[in-house]
């Protein structure tokens, strides 16, 4: 009996692990989804699919997910202008989640070239 129910908790406990290790991967790699609905935040330079009006504004659509993070945070590390305005717009609405559904969801979008300076 006892060697029974040991055998039902390991294999709980397998699943369980599984389980945790497939949500992890999952949300390592961005929800595009989520992202979408804090992309508004970043339209009004970015685009709202990330490719933007104006040409001074690199264009985020299309770039890489791993890229565009690790940009913002060289932005964010630098102390410039652009992570001034993301800490005084966004605090509390933007964290590390939140931008790693950003990624993924600007790498999902098609980059066009007619406009956006890219980089
Ligand atoms: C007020 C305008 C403005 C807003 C709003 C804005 N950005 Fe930016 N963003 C810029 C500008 C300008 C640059 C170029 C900065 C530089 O290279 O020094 C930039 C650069 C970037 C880069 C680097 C792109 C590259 O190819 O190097 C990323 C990633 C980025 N922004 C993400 C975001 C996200 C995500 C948001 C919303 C949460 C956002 N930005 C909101 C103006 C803006």
Redesign the pocket.
């Known amino acids: 009996m006892t060697k029974r129910r040991s055998g039902k908790l390991v294999w709980g406990l397998v699943v369980l692990l599984a389980l945790v290790l497939w949500i992890g991967t999952a949300r390592a790699a961005g929800d595009a989804a989520a992202g979408a609905r804090?992309?508004v935040?970043?339209?009004?330079?970015?685009g709202l699919d990330g490719n933007?009006i104006?040409l001074?504004?690199?264009?985020?659509a299309g770039?890489p997910a791993r890229?565009?993070?690790a940009?913002?945070k060289?932005?964010e590390s630098?102390g410039?202008?652009?992570a001034a305005?993301?800490k005084a717009?966004?605090t509390g609405n933007?964290g590390e989640r939140?931008?790693v559904d950003?990624?993924a969801y600007?790498a999902a979008q098609q980059a066009r070239t007619a406009s956006g300076a890219?980089?």
Request: aromatic share 8%.
């Open positions: 804090k992309a935040y970043c339209a009004y330079c970015h933007p104006d001074g504004v690199p264009r985020l770039q890229r565009l993070l940009r913002i060289a932005l630098d410039n202008i652009h305005m993301l717009l966004l933007i939140e931008l950003l990624a600007y890219g980089h």
